[in-house]
């Protein structure tokens, strides 16, 4: 498997993406990366934020069912299945249409 690349540089979109979530700023980047250009950071950025982003899923055969509550709060929203046919999952937990 393939890594995601800047270009044709094989400098990998999650290095880039990493350095800018470790707080260093553009010219630091550019500085350890000479090929880079500023668009480049940019364009990690927005590929980055295209990868997560939240998508719908459809779910063939779902029935409408109940949540079934785990920690006895009303708001804990846990589900073991899905109410609808299609839904939105985020980190295991129904999202907020």
Known sequence: MSLPCIRALRIPVATVVGMVSEGMIESEILKAYPDL???DIREAL?????AVQERELPVSGATAVPPINRTGSED???TDSCRTATFRCLNGREAEP
């Open 37 to 39: 250009e500023r668009e």
């Open 46 to 50: 927005r590929y980055a934020a295209e």
């Open 76 to 78: 804990a929203g846990l």
